[in-house]
């Protein structure tokens, strides 16, 4: 018998997707931002602000890490219903 949690029960690996979700969506504002004074024929911003860019990648790998870790926390469930 398998259970199942419930929608409202917090997973292992669910606040690691929440969390790098967040830190995506910052970096991906500040791409937006970084990038339009390109377009707008402004000043550039200075090079540090192109390295907060770089937090839609970080955030794409903590996501990543909360959906491995709930993996094999399904993982060890179902191995633990079978014996």
Known sequence: MTVTPHSDEARPGDGLVRAGGIVFIAGAAATLA??????LDVDP??????????????????SAAGVL????AQRRDARASQA
Not at 34 to 39: D, K, N, Q, R, Y
Not at 45 to 62: D, N, R, S, T
Request: charged share 5%; aromatic share 18%; with cysteine.
């Open 34 to 39: 970084t990038m339009a004074p390109l377009f």
């Open 45 to 62: 911003f200075p090079p540090y602000a192109w390295a907060v860019c770089m937090l839609m990648g970080i955030g794409f790998l903590i």
């Open 69 to 72: 870790r709930s993996a094999a």
